[in-house]
């Protein structure tokens, strides 16, 4: 597939209608958050692996996660799950004066975002070598979480992390068949909704697996 043809497909069937977020994968590259190899295929709707057993997801599923995520210029924003910094690299771009931490458990793979987000003069990203899965309380309350793994349960730790109605999308569920949740974070309720059927590889560390 080509990088047109995932656009037509997201435009003609309204699944993603957010402009920003279609300007975002305009310019920012995948074939530069992938490895020599794979680089062909930076276009092909499917998730991509990255070593040590962890993938990019799928351009569509990114897409869908982050127009949920509602993202406003100014937000701050927590991404547990940094991978090859490529969905760090999107919101970085809608954000313009925003700010996104986020937080990465495998060493190597922290590193290497790092300087693939740098070599990118990416500069209001910060990549954290830590176990997301507690989130990162030192920059809290967050307007916005994102979680790239798949988490076994609600992550009541990351929502305490969050701002009121600020917005958490994650994948929750057993291994192998999560339901993206749309999380909100109302007064006194949590406002919830199903965005479909995904499978993410899972949640390392503490509140993981
Ligand atoms: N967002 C990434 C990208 O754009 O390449 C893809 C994320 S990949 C599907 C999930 C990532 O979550 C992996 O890199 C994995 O190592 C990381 N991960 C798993 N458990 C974690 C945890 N407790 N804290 C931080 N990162 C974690």
Redesign the pocket.
Known sequence: MSKESLINYWQKSKLITDKKIITAFKKILREN?LPEDLKKQSYDDY?LP?G?N????QPTT?MIMLQALELKKTDKVL??????????ALISNILKQGKLYT????PE?AESAKLTLEKLKIKNVEVIK????KGHKEKSPYDKIIV??ACPKIPNILIKQLKIDGILIAPIGPLYNQQMLKIIKRPNKLEIKNLGNFI??????EH?Y
């Open positions: 958050f998730p990255i040590y962890q993938t990019v997801s990114i991404e547990v799950g940094t991978g090859s910094g490529y969905n760090a937080t990465e458990i495998i793979l830590t176990d997301g899965s790239t793994a993410f590889v899972p949640l390392q560390g993981g």
